[in-house]
């Protein structure tokens, strides 16, 4: 707890807003700039190759670094191979494709050019052989990582997701579960909902006034949860209000309008298959010279009913993420602090206070397993952060060590009978 150093998995020459892993393949894919501004700072998709080093330790080099021209990424959403990027007052989707040389060269055969681009790769190794020896002594191995994996990507469309006359921006995009739809949001107080792939507007509606800060939806497409800096917290059906959260009922002594919700996620519940819970994060809305704590709210995901709600930090928090089991939650602050929570109990796990230099823009959890390969290593969990100070981070709770069950047995019935042979010392006689 407290104050410790984590190493920075990976620098970007950039701000990083977002952060996601893919589900498919493991890749690691950040995202940031520095926007329209003409400061020289680029704007980029860029997708990291992240390995397992021992049991504990990851090391990360990047892949592919994908230019997004004047716009920054300032938040996504990962399915099936595509991103969703909101970029200014637009969602923007863009395919991509990670394959091996090897699998790129048969691509290559099966079109009939394979001969010519083999011919071009064996000149251009001839002439770049010392160059790669000078690119591996200087550490920098992103040409090189080019010969053994290739990300290709794709524009697909754009949408516009924010109709704010003054500064569209989009603040929030998130796939359905089962990635029928996407879902917006931004400064308008808009929800648009769009069929996934079609991108056929199937809901517009105004759900807040001004900014939306967060939404998820449930598995089922059952409930939308919508959280706006109005102080609400809403449930949709389709483009209907359903009902209003009341956080405020497990704390009654906290007066109206002194918290706004912040974010929210659905989480699984681990061993209970059709169980759901909902987390919230309020926030406090005005700052004071002694700030209040910050609140976390589970919620049953079914009933919307408040199960259990416990005081976070003085520190304000800024995102949230919940990991595939349900049984973590991840939380970074406007001061650059990264914890992990237990959800079924929410206490804290992890604490590093001011990991990042500044505000912690997005955390993603590891996937438990991927394609039946473990990439946690011999962690209980791993999570990764990124931040305006352009670094990503990984925070991981080693697993506990424990005995087996037979070791355990063993030492107490070795006990047993050291205590009957010392009762029968002292008291002859005794069996």
Not at 333 to 342: D, K
Request: with cysteine; proline share 5%.
């Amino acid at each position: 707890m407290g104050k410790r150093k984590v190493p920075d998995l990976y620098r970007a020459p950039f701000p990083l807003y977002s952060i996601k892993v893919d589900p498919r393949t493991g890749l690691v894919i950040t995202a940031g700039g520095g926007g329209s501004s003409r400061t020289g700072i680029k704007n980029a998709v860029q997708f990291l190759d992240l390995q397992l080093v021992g049991e504990h330790q990851f090391s990360a080099s990047l892949l592919h670094s994908h230019d997004t021209d004047t716009r920054a990424t300032m938040n996504m959403a990962i399915g099936d191979g595509v991103i969703a990027a909101g970029q200014d007052g637009t969602c923007c989707l863009m395919k991509f494709k990670h394959c091996t040389q090897k699998e790129k060269d048969k691509a290559a055969d099966k079109n009939g050019s394979s001969a010519a681009q083999g011919n071009a790769r064996r000149r251009a190794g001839k002439k770049d052989k010392a160059g790669e020896d000078e690119a591996a002594a200087s550490g920098d191995m992103s040409d090189m990582k080019d010969e053994t994996a290739h990300i290709s990507v794709t524009s697909l469309a754009e949408v516009q997701s924010d109709l704010n006359p003054k500064d569209p921006l989009q603040k929030v995009v998130r796939f359905s579960p089962d990635l029928s739809l996407l879902l917006t949001g931004g400064t308008d107080g808009h929800i648009r909902v769009w069929e996934f792939p079609s991108l056929k507007k199937k809901y517009d509606f105004k759900a807040h006034e001004g900014e939306i800060e967060d939404l998820d939806m449930s598995p089922g497409n059952k409930h939308l949860v919508t959280i706006g800096r109005d102080f609400s917290c809403s449930v949709w059906s389709g483009s209907q209000l359903s009902m209003s959260l009341k956080w405020l009922e497990t704390m009654p002594q906290i007066a109206e309008k002194t918290y706004r919700y912040m974010a929210c996620r659905f989480g699984k519940v681990e061993d209970q298959k059709d169980a759901l819970r909902l987390y919230t994060v309020q926030i406090p809305h005005k700052r004071d010279r002694k700030p209040p704590p910050c609140y976390l709210t589970k919620w049953d995901g079914k009933s919307l009913l408040p199960m259990l709600t416990a005081p976070f930090d003085t520190e304000v928090v800024s995102c949230l993420a919940v990991s595939d089991s349900g049984t973590f939650l991840g939380l970074g602050t406007v001061t650059g602090s990264v914890a992990i929570y237990i959800a079924f109990s929410l206490q804290k796990l992890y604490f590093v206070q001011e990991s990042h230099g500044i505000v912690v823009t997005d955390l993603a959890f590891l996937p438990d397993v991927l394609k039946g390969k473990n990439i946690k290593g011999n962690n209980e969990i791993a999570m990764l952060s990124v931040a305006v100070d352009s670094r990503c981070q990984i925070h991981a709770v080693p697993n506990q060590r424990s005995f087996p069950i037979w070791l355990v047995l063993f030492f107490c019935g070795l006990m047993v009978v050291g205590i009957i042979v010392l009762l029968q010392y002292l008291f002859p006689g005794f069996i």
